[in-house]
T-cell receptor, first 111, second 113 residues
Framework: GEDVEQSLFLSVREGDSSVINCTYT??????LYWYKQEPGAGLQLLTY???NMDMKQDQRLTVLLNKKDKHLSLRIADTQTGDSAIYFC???????????WGAGTKLIIKP | DTAVSQTPKYLVTQMGNDKSIKCEQN?????MYWYKQDSKKFLKIMFS???????INETVPNRFSPKSPDKAHLNLHINSLELGDSAVYFC????????????FGPGTRLLVL
């Protein structure tokens, strides 16, 4: 079946690195995404990775993909209070136009 | 120059009423979507619409119906509103290509009393 799983909460200290993990079940996924939702706002595409890559870096963000284990992670270096949000993992399917979404991980920043 | 816009932003209404939420995208995308996000922040796709092909999530009650007057618009009509319909509804669009990055609207917060 189709399933994307994430932990519901992650708490980190300001300045530390945050690592948000995601597992998925469909090995035919083409793209994997991280979306960010700030309080009271819509979802915003943060980054994505194509399934034939294993790493993508963009400033403070590093995405790691382990296709064998179907594991995706998002690392945020030097976490700031502005990073407080819910982070959604999603995978795309070649066969239709839908994304399969995780439940979202709420990132809590401690001072 | 908003990419995906929705109106209204907030909607408070009585049970049993019929309401519509409008969505417009100016990105030239071929595919549009409606999502429902409940109070626990779970995101559930309701519909996707591409070139007149409608894909419906079978768990969505038939009180909900999408209407697409043209490629840039996908409106959501809800009949006989129920308390459980209270949620945030997001519209999104994508190119419909293999990349399938979706761009989201700001959401419509619906409260049914």
């Amino acid at each position: 079946g189709e399933d994307v799983e994430q932990s519901l909460f992650l708490s980190v200290r300001e300045g530390d690195s945050s690592v948000i993990n995601c597992t998925y079940t469909d090995s035919s996924s083409t793209y994997l995404y991280w979306y960010k939702q700030e309080p009271g706002a819509g979802l915003q595409l943060l980054t994505y990775i194509f399934s034939n890559m294993d790493m993508k870096q963009d400033q403070r963000l590093t995405v790691l993909l382990n296709k064998k284990d179907k594991h995706l992670s998002l690392r945020i270096a030097d976490t700031q209070t502005g990073d407080s949000a819910i982070y959604f993992c999603a995978e795309s399917k070649r066969s239709n136009y839908q994304l399969i979404w995780g439940a979202g991980t709420k990132l809590i920043i401690k001072p | 120059d908003t990419a995906v816009s929705q109106t209204p932003k907030y909607l408070v209404t009585q049970m049993g009423n019929d309401k519509s939420i409008k969505c417009e995208q100016n990105l030239g995308h071929d595919t549009m979507y409606w999502y429902k996000q409940d109070s626990k922040k779970f995101l559930k796709i309701m519909f996707s619409y591409n070139n007149k092909e409608l894909i419906i999530n079978e768990t969505v009650p038939n009180r909900f119906s999408p209407k697409s007057p043209d490629k840039a618009h996908l409106n959501l009509h809800i009949n006989s509103l129920e308390l459980g319909d209270s949620a945030v509804y997001f519209c999104a669009s994508s190119t419909g290509t293999i990349e399938e990055t979706q761009y989201f609207g700001p959401g419509t917060r619906l409260l049914v009393l």
